[in-house]
């Protein structure tokens, strides 16, 4: 009997592992703690590999450094379900010292970004590095609103599965508070 039993249920333990593999994101990589795409008040570029979106977004904000963020991200394969990305393209910029909102268009998801940072007034330039893959990416989407929750705060987010993905953002500015 526990033969038999053994023949059933490991075929099906089998599928739940890889599928397992296919839904859960482990540890994220960013690298050394002190390795980020930018240094205060200097622009920078960073674009996931071919066929990978951004999962993971880390920022430290420093006042002193003109009211600047480090910033380093973490890249994972987009999920088998959407298939083969078929077109790559840089989303309009955002520009600096303005309040604004965006979303890669044509269903788009974010792998990767663009920012100038501009000592004038305290503040980035923003431009989306957008991909379509051959299949639709689902529209039940919703702004998170807990990172970070003041313009001071340091921020980790991650996707911890799939089928959950970075499809734009959206910020405030303040004048006042830069």
């Not at 430290?60 to 480090?70: A, M, P, Q, Y």
């Not at 989303?91 to 663009?114: D, K, P």
């Not at 689902?138 to 499809?167: A, K």
């Amino acid at each position: 009997m526990d033969l038999v039993l053994l023949c059933v249920f490991l075929p099906m333990v089998t599928v739940v592992w890889g599928q397992y593999n296919d839904y859960y994101y482990g540890p994220y990589n960013y690298g050394d703690n002190d390795e980020w795409v930018n240094v205060y008040r200097q622009g920078f570029n960073f674009q996931c590999p071919h066929g990978q979106v951004i999962v993971a977004v880390r920022s430290v904000f420093n006042k002193k450094e003109g009211s600047d963020r480090l910033w380093n991200y973490a890249c994972m394969p987009a999920s088998q379900s959407l298939g083969e990305p078929t077109e790559c393209w840089w989303e309009e910029i955002n520009r600096a010292g303005t309040e604004w909102y965006q979303t890669c268009s044509n269903n788009g998801l974010v792998a990767g970004f663009q920012s100038q940072y501009f000592p004038s007034v305290l503040d980035r330039e923003w431009q989306f590095y957008c991909c379509r893959y051959s299949r639709r990416c689902p529209y039940s989407c919703w702004l998170t609103t807990e990172y970070p929750g003041h313009y001071g705060e340091d921020m980790d987010m991650m996707m911890y599965t799939y089928d959950y993905y970075i499809r734009g953002a959206t910020t405030t500015f303040s004048a006042v508070d830069r």
